[in-house]
């Protein structure tokens, strides 16, 4: 009796373990589905995040110089004042939109194809540094050091830091400077837009519903609409919305480019630096060569007191090809 209980329940611990695999099997390929779907649903929401930020940042640039320039016209004692912003608006407004269409455009750097002369030149040059050459199984291409594979894209991109819907493209090393340009100039304008229109927001916010919002100089009143009013409301609470939105943001891709990282490296890094702590040991991440240098490593051989670098359409490219990385080693070397 006691050796068909424990055959008995032999045989219901090896079903239980079978039907616990088939569902784990089931779980892991719905989860798969699941992901695919979610990256199909990324790539057909990018056009449409897109135009919605251009259509934002439309909004709040024809509100600012329909509206707010304007009022500053009218209630300014020096014409200087109207000058001064009317460039500063414009001078903020190209290169929000030219640092934007450059991340959508630029291609963040892909690796050669495998059988590819240039895929052989490369693996010769890692197997001489030292780094042993990698293949992507997902796209069938050489994976360099810091390069890794986008499931939205379906493709490997060097240096990859993100995939960004609002661009529908990767942030890898062939756009990396622009995606960062772009988060600075939406920061100073929506900045421009909380300074310039401060006034006209508490005035229309406080409950002055007579529309006649200050006298001018020469004794007219400058009128504004009920739509003026709300759109000067609209775009003071998003620009100011964006702009603490981007402090954090902003501020965390400032931290990455002076230590030299991508977001998905600083998730990495982390682990291995608490190994490392729990280890006793110290960590360093490979790539880090001082905050000069990382910051040439993004935004090229520009000195930063200078500010051409926050002009890539007339600063110096930052080098390399984004296949290979100088390291710490190679320095001390």
Known sequence: MDEDKTGKRSQLVVVFFRWFRRCQRVATQLCGCCL???DVVM????PIFICLAIGLIGFSAYTTFTVILPNLADTSSSPTVLILGFLQACFLVVNLFYNYAMSICTSPGNPPELLSQEAKELEELLVESNTPPKQCHKCNRLKPPRSHHCSVCKRCV???DHHCPWINNCVGWGNYRYFCLFMLYLALSCLFVVIAGANLFLQSFLGMRRYVLSHGNNGSRLRLTLADVQCVSLSWMLSACIMLALLG??????WLVASNQTTIEFHTNMGQKESAKRKGTHWRNPYDLGACKNFEQVFGPNRFLRFI????YVARRPAGDGMSFPRISDMET
């Open 43 to 46: 790539r057909l929401l990018g």
């Open 309 to 312: 670098w926050m002009m890539p």
């Open 158 to 160: 060097t240096k990859m």
């Open 36 to 38: 695919d779907a979610m």
């Open 249 to 254: 943001l902003g501020g965390f891709h400032a």
